[in-house]
């Protein structure tokens, strides 16, 4: 069992930063790839960003390459997305996810709470 919860997320204007974290509980962080996904008001959850169990790779959604970076601690059991030149398309509830393994093959199987962002123009 993998628990996740989601923290930093708020208001911010367009252009500025915002650093979500996801602390996850268990000991089995290390054997998990770390996912964020969003969700839109009327959209369907969408794919952002993902890291290996080591850190070592990472992948993107074209829409925030560049602009978003994930990362993850291990020692501290979290992960991380800096946020940076936020847009109003940016707004939306933002989860973080966990995977028993690494490539399209493995599915998402813990998720947290979610955390809201609001990007204002």
């Known amino acids: 069992q993998v628990q996740l919860v989601e923290s930093g997320g708020g208001l911010v204007q367009a252009g500025g930063s915002l650093r979500l974290s996801c602390a996850a509980s268990g000991r089995t962080f290390t054997s998990h790839a770390m996912g964020w996904f969003r969700q839109a008001p009327g959209k369907e959850r969408e794919f952002v960003a993902a890291?290996?169990?080591?850190?070592?790779?990472?992948k993107y959604a074209d829409s925030v390459k560049g602009r978003f970076t994930i990362s993850r601690d291990n020692a501290k059991n979290t992960v991380y997305l800096q946020m940076n030149s936020l847009k109003p398309e940016d707004t939306a509830v933002y989860y973080c996810?966990?995977?028993?393994?690494?490539?399209?093959?493995?599915?998402?199987?813990?998720w947290g709470q979610g955390t809201q962002v609001t990007v204002s123009s």
């Open positions: 996810a966990a995977s028993p393994g690494w490539g399209p093959n493995y599915e998402y199987n813990y």
């Open positions: 890291i290996s169990m080591s850190g070592g790779s990472t």
